[in-house]
């Protein structure tokens, strides 16, 4: 079955730093997608990706999916307090079709430190 | 435009009671799914209601159970609660068919079994 790996499992930044999340896949991804958690409550949907190359930003947050679509990256840029929380990368669980049936990696709990 | 909401966001029952979780999906969306996360990992998939029948199921027993009504609102039911039942319930709606079926994700049900 597909297994999703985040890394690293928790990351302490000062304000301002850059950072990377990473998510490897053991089977090709059809559908990459990343959310943010803050401890207890839901899921906030923050990028969908889904074909090999694809690159997508918003503020100042960009996710990546490599060619082979079996890893991504996401990436902040100057962090900030706001960005602190638990990162979740999710897979559509599927051979090709999207089947809105997730798997999710077990999240990187990001602290930026002022 | 309401988002995905759900109901009780706190419960707490014994061991060998049953409990009903409610989820009220975003406005437009037809399908709903049910997450468990359990401390410290990622949600896990427990079903997906469409056209109010269960269309997709993970890895979970017959104790748990759901529900879709016609106005795609939704009910999660776990009977013969077990200790390791505590967890994060999360609900997540979607629109089956659309270009791209970003699931959104509900607050969550912080569910307490002692």
């Known amino acids: 079955s597909q297994e999703l790996e985040q890394s690293p499992q928790s990351l302490i930044v000062q304000e301002g730093k850059n950072l990377t999340i990473n998510c490897t896949s053991s089977?090709?991804?059809?559908?990459l997608y990343w959310y943010k958690q803050k401890y207890g409550e839901g899921l906030i949907f923050l990028m969908m990706?889904?074909?090999?190359?694809e690159e997508k930003s918003h503020e100042k947050i960009t996710a990546k999916l490599d060619e082979k679509k079996q890893q991504s990256s996401l990436h902040i840029t100057a962090s900030q307090p706001s960005h602190a929380g638990i990162y979740l990368c999710?897979?559509?669980?599927?051979?090709?079709?999207?089947?809105?049936?997730?798997?999710f990696g077990t999240g990187t709990l990001l602290a930026v430190q002022p | 435009d309401a988002g995905v909401t759900q109901s009780p966001t706190h419960l707490i029952k014994t061991r060998g009671q049953q409990v009903t979780l409610r989820c009220s999906p975003k406005?437009?969306?037809?399908?709903v799914s049910w997450y468990q996360q359990a401390l410290g990992q990622g949600p896990q998939f427990i079903f997906q209601y469409y056209e109010e029948e269960e269309r997709q199921r993970g890895n979970f027993p017959d104790r748990f159970s759901g529900h879709q009504f016609p106005n795609y609102s939704s009910e999660l039911n776990v009977n013969a609660l077990l200790l390791g039942d505590s967890a994060l319930y999360l609900c997540?709606?979607?629109?089956?068919?659309?270009?791209?079926?970003?699931?959104?994700f509900g607050p969550g049900t912080r569910l307490l079994v002692l």
């Open positions: 990706l889904q074909k090999g190359g």
């Open positions: 089977k090709t991804l059809y559908g």
């Open positions: 406005s437009g969306h037809d399908t």
């Open positions: 997540a709606s979607s629109l089956l068919g659309a270009v791209q079926e970003t699931q959104y």
């Open positions: 999710g897979a559509d669980k599927s051979d090709g079709g999207a089947t809105n049936k997730l798997i």
